[in-house]
């Protein structure tokens, strides 16, 4: 069972560029979620889905989208990328409902020059 | 809104010392809490979490976390830290609808020979 994976690990990109994080989980878990973690803020809650066919913003959500098509994938992504978005990506999921553990991809690394 | 405090972004301790990671909320409900890991370079992976039941909640590698709703805190202890257990620690808080977590800027623990 390979739990969440992430794609691509790691990314260098040109301020500007279009990219797109992706992430797949095969736990058949309603709810998934997209946060950037930056040091000494913690993880930040971008965009969010509780079921297939639905999301919903985060704390931080300008200059990103995301799309829920089916269950076990939930893309995110940078329209025009900005040096700001400089951040390392994880992708988790729950099966929904009070009280819910999250579980977490590895993480992508991303850095926009 | 809620919010997560933890005091502290590094504590260093020796290898058998008890270790303290201090973790205050905020929030207008009862709270979910909850303490995630993530070692170098990897995902977060849950602790232990809180729901309501027992305040002294028992975590997996030896952690524990004691709710205390007088003093809004939800700190970690281990008795015993072990080189293994380095690495840096979020508490996170949900709402009552329990899937949106908010979480606290992190602590690294280093663990000193």
């Known amino acids: 069972i390979a739990g969440i994976t992430q794609a691509p690990t790691s990314q260098i990109l040109a301020a500007g560029r279009r990219m797109t994080l992706r992430c797949t989980q095969d736990?058949?878990?309603?709810?998934m979620y997209w946060y950037r973690q930056d040091l000494g803020l913690g993880l930040r809650l971008i965009h969010y889905s509780n079921t297939a066919g639905t999301t919903g913003k985060g704390e931080v959500p300008d200059g990103y989208s995301v799309s829920r098509a089916n269950t076990d994938d939930f893309p995110l992504t940078l329209a025009s990328a900005v040096p700001s978005q400089t951040s390392v990506y994880f992708c988790?999921?729950?099966?929904?409902?009070?009280?819910?553990?999250?579980?977490f991809g590895p993480g992508t690394r991303l850095t926009v020059l | 809104a809620q919010s997560v405090t933890q005091l502290g972004s590094h504590v260093s301790v020796s290898e058998g010392a008890l270790v303290l990671l201090r973790c205050n909320y905020s929030?207008?409900?009862?709270?979910?809490l909850f303490w995630y890991v993530q070692y170098p370079n990897q995902g977060l992976q849950l602790l232990l979490k809180y729901t309501s039941a027992a305040t002294l909640v028992k975590g997996i590698n030896g952690f524990e976390a004691e709710f205390k709703k007088s003093e809004t805190s939800f700190h970690l202890t281990k008795p015993s830290a072990h080189m293994s257990d380095a690495a840096e620690y979020f508490c996170a808080v949900s709402d009552n609808a329990g899937n949106m977590l908010t979480f606290g800027g992190g602590t690294r623990l280093m663990v000193k020979p």
């Open positions: 736990m058949r878990h309603n709810a």
């Open positions: 929030s207008s409900v009862p709270p979910y």
């Open positions: 988790a999921s729950s099966l929904g409902g009070p009280p819910d553990t999250q579980y």
